[in-house]
């Protein structure tokens, strides 16, 4: 199993599992709210205390609040994500199947999409978190699904060298 941010590729005999957890979203946005709560309580706590010179004592403190309050729906992310997480397979609501023995793509309910012949993968740059990040992208007549979103450039290579293993055409 290839696994990072709530996608996961489970490689099995007959078929490969391309899951999506649906916890991408909610990690981003908690590392989001996370950073900039830490700057504006640094940048508060140092009006504060007259460290940084401010027009008025009240922009420490304002700038204090709205970093308290960025912290407060993290736990409710927290949550969200753990609960995804545990999550079965079979109650995954995002998931598709490469059959590799009739060779097609299909959905979990087991509704055809394609046949893997006419299915692409690409690794493409994430433009959502401004190029930091990579994309595994399958592509089929006029539809096309992320599969696999990672940090890390080599786990997004192992997903397109795993998807061509079982021969899936990549870009």
């Given at each position: 199993?290839?696994?990072?941010?709530?996608?996961?590729?489970?490689?099995?005999?007959?078929?490969?599992?391309l899951?999506?957890?649906?916890?991408?979203?909610?990690?981003?946005?908690?590392?989001?709210?996370?950073l900039?709560?830490?700057?504006?309580?640094a940048?508060?706590?140092?009006?504060?205390f007259?460290a940084?010179?401010?027009?008025?004592?009240?922009?420490?403190?304002v700038?204090?609040?709205?970093?308290?309050?960025?912290?407060?729906?993290?736990?409710?992310?927290?949550?969200?994500?753990?609960q995804?997480?545990?999550?079965?397979?079979s109650?995954v609501?995002?998931?598709?199947?490469l059959?590799?023995?009739?060779?097609?793509?299909?959905?979990?309910?087991?509704?055809?999409?394609?046949q893997?012949?006419?299915?692409?993968?690409?690794?493409?740059?994430?433009?959502?978190?401004r190029?930091w990040g990579?994309?595994?992208?399958?592509?089929?007549?006029?539809?096309?699904r992320?599969?696999?979103?990672?940090?890390r450039?080599r786990?997004?290579?192992?997903?397109?060298e795993?998807?061509r293993?079982?021969?899936?055409p990549?870009?």
């Amino acid at each position: 199993m290839i696994s990072d941010n709530g996608f996961e590729l489970h490689i099995r005999e007959r078929d490969l599992l391309l899951v999506n957890r649906k916890t991408w979203g909610q990690s981003y946005a908690m590392l989001s709210l996370g950073l900039t709560s830490v700057f504006a309580l640094a940048f508060g706590a140092l009006m504060s205390f007259g460290a940084v010179k401010a027009d008025s004592d009240v922009v420490g403190f304002v700038l204090v609040g709205i970093g308290l309050l960025l912290l407060a729906p993290i736990p409710f992310l927290i949550r969200t994500i753990r609960q995804r997480a545990a999550l079965e397979l079979s109650e995954v609501p995002e998931m598709l199947v490469l059959d590799l023995v009739s060779k097609e793509l299909r959905d979990r309910m087991g509704v055809f999409l394609a046949q893997i012949d006419d299915v692409e993968a690409a690794l493409q740059i994430d433009w959502l978190t401004r190029g930091w990040g990579r994309v595994v992208v399958l592509r089929w007549q006029g539809e096309s699904r992320t599969i696999f979103r990672t940090f890390r450039w080599r786990r997004g290579r192992s997903v397109i060298e795993a998807l061509r293993d079982h021969g899936v055409p990549t870009r």
